[in-house]
Each structure stands twice: as structure tokens, then as C-alpha cells.
């Protein structure tokens, strides 16, 4: 397949990208989230660790977060290969991360709908437990969560398509062996 000289120059050229912008804030975002996770791990077992023998019922629940942040620290594993890759502008990267961003969509639709409901829930509570400094706070972080999933979904669906694109894609190069 013969490569024109418009395509060679567009290849070549290294100027600003969103794209790739966008791909180093996911990537930092998921170091961030994969050190948080392993934290809550490393949190976890202790407390574990510390259980007395024949508690079965809290040792149960307590593998089981186990399990879901050891689950998430490998979902931020893949989310940092894929945005590495694509930094990287490997051809490999390119449609990875494009599921990867496609999936993270469908997350944060979940996520923002899970703390808007939190949100409403604490706002129809008791007044008196809104006077709690706490469960203020609480309902304000979980509006401004559903406030942030709900702006990462355009931006994770642009990523998607972004990535799709003809520019974008000969901008990708093969590994070399």
C-alpha cells in the first residue's frame, strides 16, 4: 500500500492533540485511582488479618471488598496500558482504548445515576440529619459526583469517536520488531 505525501505529512506532524491530552488525564487518573485502590487493600487484609478465628460472617464480607478492589486495581491496570499505548501511538492502543473509553461510559452513566439517587435520598431525609455537618457533606459530595460522571460521559464518547477517526488513526504506527 502506497502512502501519499498528505498522509506522510499528517503522520509525521506533532501538534497539539486532544485526544492525547485526554488520554494522559485518564491515565493519571487511573495511577490515582489504582494507588487508592491498593491502599483500601492493603487496609482491608489488615483488618482481616486482625479478625478473630469462627467469624465467618464479617470475614466473608470483608473478602468480598476484597475481591472488588482487587478487581478494580486490574480495571485501572488495563485503563493505564490502553492510555500508555495510545501516548505511545501504538496501533494495537487505538481500538483498546476506544472500548476501554466506551466501557468507562457505560460506568459513569451507572455511577452518576447511583449518586444522584444518593443526592435525592439525602435530600428527602429528615432535617435534623441534614443539620449533621456530616450527612451535609455527604449529600454534597454525591451531588457533585453526579455532576462530574455526568461530564465524563461526553467526554469519554468524544475520546471514543475521536480515536475512530481517518486523522487520528494514521497517526498510529505498527510495532516494530
Same mark, same amino acid.
Given at each position: ?19 492525547? %491530552? ?6 493519571? %487518573? ?34 468480598? %471488598? ?112
Amino acid at each position: 500500500m502506497l502512502i501519499s505525501k498528505a498522509d506522510l505529512d499528517r503522520r509525521t506532524k506533532s501538534g497539539f492533540a486532544w485526544w492525547r %491530552m485526554l488520554a494522559w488525564l485518564l491515565l493519571l %487518573m487511573a495511577a490515582y485511582s489504582g494507588v487508592q485502590h491498593l491502599h483500601f487493600i492493603q487496609q482491608i487484609w489488615g483488618t482481616l488479618q486482625a479478625l478473630p478465628a469462627g467469624d465467618d460472617a464479617n470475614a466473608a464480607s470483608l473478602h468480598g %471488598m476484597l475481591a472488588w478492589y482487587a478487581g478494580s486495581l486490574a480495571a485501572c491496570f488495563v485503563v493505564i496500558v490502553a492510555c500508555a499505548g495510545c501516548i505511545l501511538r501504538q496501533t494495537w492502543a487505538r481500538p483498546f482504548l476506544r472500548v476501554v473509553a466506551l466501557v468507562l461510559c457505560v460506568w459513569s452513566m451507572y455511577r452518576g445515576v447511583a449518586s444522584w439517587q444518593q443526592w435525592r435520598a439525602l435530600g428527602a431525609a429528615d432535617p435534623a440529619l441534614l443539620a449533621n455537618a456530616q450527612m451535609a457533606e455527604l449529600a454534597r459530595i454525591s451531588l457533585i459526583m453526579s455532576i462530574l460522571w455526568a461530564i465524563a460521559i461526553p467526554v469519554l464518547l468524544w475520546l471514543a469517536w475521536q480515536l475512530g477517526q481517518p486523522a487520528v488513526r494514521l497517526q498510529f504506527r505498527a510495532r516494530r520488531g
